[in-house]
């Protein structure tokens, strides 16, 4: 899948959900590597303390390793933590480690704490198509320092009783670091997740979240899969675990819509992807 149109400037998104076990972590690592298939450069920065997308890549991130720690709490250069993952050209992850767990506390007394992130991505020099961010379950100052340095909010939906449940914190938040801290910041992508097309309740959550919300509802959901939950035991994403399964192909579907979503136009105007 070569040949989707790359964005102007480095689109960076912030996948988030304060609930947990709700696809974040998957859906920001089988993304990353969709696009990166597609012939985009991308970065995942794992967010979480614990570390789940930096094994999903295969990255070692035992507790020596330079991580995304070091970069947000001793102001460390990105460019000194960011890893190759192995099998994925143009896909690179800058690790968590354990130590990340005390962030959340460090970073209150430090300068600038909600915007360290931010700096960091800032002075990255190398050219970069998308950058996805994996959010811990939580609203804290690493969510925080995702959201200011990004424009775009990803939030993966799981079909499940009590869906937009807690949603209404999440946006409140949005609404707040935009107000306050980034003006840019919108919630640009939802994508529904473990998606059960066989039962009655996965296809009302669908209807429930597309009434809600609308255009921003990417059209592709992704299904159900035991292959995208045993790729990772593997240190792999299910792009090259099981490269013909039903959740790869839609992992490649979403990321192609929103390639093609974001994708710049002659006048400035992002085109709504019309499913074909
Ligand atoms: P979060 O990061 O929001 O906590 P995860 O991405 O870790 O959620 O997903 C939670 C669990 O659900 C994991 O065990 C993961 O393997 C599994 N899972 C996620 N998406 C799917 C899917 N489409 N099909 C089957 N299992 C999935
Ligand atoms: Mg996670």
Same mark, same amino acid.
């Given at each position: ?16 959900? +304060?609930?947990?076990?709700? #696809?974040?972590? &998957? ?21 979480? /303390? ?14 020596? %390793? $330079?991580?995304?720690?070091? !970069?947000?709490?001793?102001?460390? +250069? ?5 890893? /190759?993952?192995?099998? !994925? ?18 970073? %209150? ?27 811990? $379950? ?8 995702? =959201?200011?340095?990004?424009?775009? !909010?990803?939030? /993966? ?31 640009? &992508?939802?994508?529904? &997740? =473990?998606?059960?097309?066989? &039962?009655?309740?996965?296809? +009302?959550?669908?209807?429930? %979240? ?6 921003? !509802? ?13 790729? $990772?035991?593997?240190? +792999? ?20 819509? =929103?390639?093609?979503? #974001?994708? $710049?136009? /002659? ?10």
């Amino acid at each position: 899948g070569e040949g989707l149109p790359r964005p102007d400037e480095t689109r960076v998104m912030v996948v988030a959900n +304060q609930k947990g076990g709700v #696809g974040k972590t &998957t859906t920001t690592v089988n993304l990353a590597a969709s696009l990166a298939l597609h012939g985009a450069r991308v970065l995942v920065v794992d967010l979480d /303390p614990q570390g789940n997308a930096s094994t999903a890549l295969g990255i070692d991130h035992h507790a020596e %390793v $330079p991580s995304i720690y070091d !970069v947000l709490v001793e102001g460390r +250069q990105l460019s000194e933590v960011v890893q /190759p993952v192995a099998d !994925v050209e143009g896909l690179f992850c800058a690790p968590a480690t354990i130590d990340l767990a005390g962030a959340e506390i460090e970073l %209150v007394s430090l300068v600038a704490r909600e915007s360290r992130l931010k700096r960091a991505i800032e002075a990255y020099q190398q050219p970069l198509d998308y950058i996805l961010i994996d959010c811990p $379950p939580s609203l804290g100052l690493l969510t925080v320092n995702a =959201m200011v340095a990004g424009a775009e !909010v990803l939030i /993966p939906i799981q079909c499940e009783y009590y869906a937009l449940e807690g949603l209404g914190q999440l946006l409140r938040n949005v609404d707040l670091v935009r107000g306050h801290l980034n003006p840019k910041l919108h919630v640009s &992508t939802i994508l529904l &997740t =473990m998606y059960d097309g066989r &039962t009655r309740l996965a296809s +009302q959550v669908a209807e429930e %979240v597309r009434s809600h919300f609308g255009e921003e !509802v990417l059209r592709t959901s992704i299904p159900r899969s035991v292959r995208i939950s045993e790729a $990772p035991s593997y240190g +792999q994403t299910v792009l090259t675990y099981d490269p013909g399964s039903s959740g790869a192909l839609s992992y490649l579907e979403a990321a192609r819509e =929103m390639a093609l979503r #974001g994708a $710049p136009t /002659p006048n400035g105007v992002a085109v709504l992807y019309d499913g074909h």
